[in-house]
């Protein structure tokens, strides 16, 4: 079973624009994770936050965690055409923090 | 460096045969990872090693799933009397050390069972 659920499910956005989608989790978690994958391909890892944390940036990403709503953003400034990926948010709980829970994904899709 | 690889990247596997999927971890990962993706869903966890040792199995979905990494580099899922549910992308991952880091995936199987 999966733990998170990204909302929405697919986006489509111009060349340009920032794109914003959201991961909602169950359990107290160690960490949460957010993962790129290109048609055909593995995961690449984003950008990691722990549980103490409430906003993390790298480059173009900015991550926001609310631990009280069991909710997290993964924002993407500026957008290219190479953005074009499902986006996956991955839960670490307490218990298990070695199992990465991951969403069904949203589906960005970015226009030239 | 190279990264985590995985072969074959395709399966095609008529229904009951046996399947063996391997994968290379980066050089000096401790943990390895196995993951199950069907179609349009996320990875879905399988089984973790610590160097050898497995320490969970608590995902494989039945005892024809079985997975061994016995000298705590290379890794191998098999797959017994393979049935259509096993159609899915199966994704390997490993980390250095502690089970807090980023995973790093590989290319991950594609294994299709007509």
């Known amino acids: 079973s999966q733990q998170g659920e990204e909302d929405p499910q697919a986006l489509s956005i111009q060349e340009g624009e920032n794109a914003t989608m959201n991961c909602s989790y169950k359990?107290?978690?160690?960490?949460l994770q957010w993962y790129r994958q290109n048609s055909g391909r593995g995961l690449v890892h984003l950008i990691l936050?722990?549980?103490?944390?409430r906003e993390k940036h790298s480059g173009r990403l900015r991550v926001t965690l609310d631990t009280s709503k069991k909710s997290s953003s993964l924002l993407i400034t500026a957008s290219r055409a190479a953005d074009t990926a499902s986006y996956f948010c991955?839960?670490?709980?307490?218990?298990?923090?070695?199992?990465?829970?991951f969403g069904a994904g949203t589906t960005v899709t970015v226009r030239a | 460096g190279a990264g985590v690889s995985q072969s074959p990247r395709y399966k095609v596997a008529k229904r009951g045969q046996d399947v063996a999927l391997r994968c290379d971890p980066i050089?000096?990962?401790?943990?390895l990872f196995w993951y199950q993706q069907a179609l349009g869903q996320g990875p879905e966890f399988l089984t973790y090693?610590?160097?050898?040792?497995?320490?969970?199995k608590s995902g494989l979905p039945s005892d024809r799933f079985f997975a061994e990494r016995p000298e705590g580099s290379v890794s191998t899922l098999k797959i017994q009397r393979t049935q259509q549910e096993d159609s899915a992308v199966y994704l390997c991952?490993?980390?250095?050390?502690?089970?807090?880091?980023?995973?790093?995936f590989g290319p991950g199987t594609r294994l299709t069972v007509t």
């Open positions: 991952a490993s980390s250095p050390a502690g089970t807090r880091d980023e995973q790093y």
């Open positions: 359990t107290s978690i160690n960490n």
């Open positions: 936050i722990r549980s103490n944390e």
């Open positions: 991955a839960t670490a709980i307490r218990s298990n923090d070695y199992k990465l829970s």
């Open positions: 050089s000096g990962h401790v943990s």
């Open positions: 090693f610590q160097n050898e040792a497995q320490l969970d």
